[in-house]
């Protein structure tokens, strides 16, 4: 099945900076990445999403790059703000299957 | 649309217990999930429905876990009987069936039941 690595599993960064957090995933017949936005004691929530056909996308600061060669896809954050700290999880499914493989959490911390 | 709705909010139970979390996914969605996600774990996929019919539950952790989905406006999660090591947050999610509505594809999560079993 689908293996989903993330990583880093922590990162802190200084308002303003851009944040990057990164996933590898297993299954070459993957085609649809999306990434949730986690706060705390709420639910996960979509903030962008990503399908194999495209090698990247971009909603206002966020974006999200695609490398289906290399199976990894990566989250950016730019002119990161304190409401952006929260814990980020990647997802991947293959076509085919409506299983969502989440990644193990990165919790992003933005230092004002 | 209220989206996905999940009662209760919050459980807190004797070991031994039955415990009974239920879900309202979406109206028109036709796809159905449950999640658990604990600190050592994260998000686990539990099982899942396709027009209520359960599509994959190999994530169900043993016989103690049961799930149904009676009608499309309707699913329930059962721990009989729960032990300390099932406390956790609960999230159902549901989604549409991407190949026939055209529509994306994403997973809604409802707001979660956090189940405490002392």
């Known amino acids: 099945g689908e293996n989903v690595e993330q990583h880093p599993s922590t990162l802190s960064v200084q308002e303003g900076d851009s944040a990057v957090i990164k996933c590898t995933y297993s299954?070459?017949?993957?085609?649809?990445f999306p990434w949730y936005k986690q706060e705390l004691g709420k639910r996960p929530q979509l903030i962008i999403d990503?399908?194999?056909?495209?090698g990247e996308k971009k909603d206002q600061r966020i974006a999200v790059t695609l490398n289906k060669t290399a199976k990894h896809f990566s989250l950016h954050i730019t002119e990161t703000q304190p409401e952006d700290s929260a814990v980020y999880f990647c997802?991947?499914?293959?076509?085919?299957?409506?299983?969502?493989?989440f990644g193990t959490g990165t919790r992003l911390t933005i230092i004002p | 649309d209220a989206g996905v709705i999940q009662s209760p909010r919050h459980e807190v139970t004797e070991m031994g217990q039955e415990v009974t979390l239920r879900c309202k996914p979406i109206?028109?969605?036709?796809?159905l999930f449950w999640y658990r996600q604990t600190m050592m774990r994260g998000l686990e996929l539990l099982i899942y429905f396709n027009n209520n019919v359960p599509i994959d539950d190999s994530g169900m952790p043993e016989d103690r876990f049961s799930a149904k989905m009676p009608n499309a406006s309707f699913s329930t999660l059962k721990i009989q009987p729960s032990e300390p090591r099932d406390s956790a947050v609960y999230f159902c999610a549901s989604s549409f069936n991407f190949r026939t509505s055209r529509l994306q594809e994403t997973q809604y999560f409802g707001p979660g039941t956090r189940l405490l079993v002392l």
């Open positions: 299954d070459s017949a993957s085609n649809y």
């Open positions: 997802a991947a499914r293959n076509f085919g299957n409506e299983k969502l493989t």
């Open positions: 109206s028109g969605h036709d796809y």
């Open positions: 990503i399908r194999s056909n495209v």
